[in-house]
């Protein structure tokens, strides 16, 4: 990517920040808080995922 | 006494059957605007890889899809012009990707890695949405988690632009892929507990997460393979 090309992504990734931050704000004061459980829930699956991105891996290897 | 407490449980009954139904419309029309829209990138990214346009169209197929993203979609997403900008967004986003598969195919094993990426991301995609369904659990709690997720990842995307260090690369497709793991389940979940009702925003979020698993698949494949 040349200078102009990595300039323009970054003004971009700088908006995209501005444009995160209300969202964020708001899910940080006003969003759910997790109850018992609700994380397991949550690792679970994300363990199941990690553990299929590694299978591929060894396939294409 | 007892009528009154009848009466108010059949009024719930009915407002939580309506509230079913309106949930039920929403996840249908969710799904069928998905596969519409990513069939519509595969096509554009066909395009795309007949024309054997350069890679630099990807950064600009990504900036346009994330102005109209940012800028465009939400205004218009109550109307049916939100359609029109969400089949721009997608098939912007397929145009770009095609100049990316056209550099993957001409590696040694780019089909197969290609074909590997596109299999986890609908494995991915499909045990999460299908848990996120048969579950029914309220995973609004990942908000907060998510969205600072986010913002970490995008530093860290900003500071990797300029030092360009592989490794770092690596770390950001896989916290991608978690972070947009977690986006299917918040989104499906949202859109079951009501919090979303707008099918096009939701159909918007879930084609990005889709969207961002199979780039950092492909990325990470891309490295891990030697190639």
Known sequence: ?61 | MANDYTIVRGAGRVRGAGRAVETNKVLKNTYLLLSATLAFSALMAGVSMAMAVPTSMYLISVIGAMVLGMFVLPRTANSTTGIWVLFAITGLLGFGLGSILTVYLQLPHGAQIIATAFGGTGLIFLGLSGYALTTKRDFSFLGGFLFAGMMVIVLAMLANLFFTIPALALAISGAVILLMSGFILFDTSRIINGGETNYIMATYGIYLSIFNIFISLLQILGIMSDE
């Open chain 1, 1 to 61: 990517m040349g200078l102009f090309g990595k300039i323009a992504f970054g003004i971009l990734l700088v908006m995209m920040l501005v444009y995160l931050w209300p969202a964020f704000r708001q899910w940080q004061e006003h969003g759910t808080k997790a109850r018992q459980g609700d994380w397991q829930a949550v690792v679970l699956p994300l363990a199941l995922v990690v553990g299929l991105v590694v299978l591929l891996v060894a396939l294409v290897r």
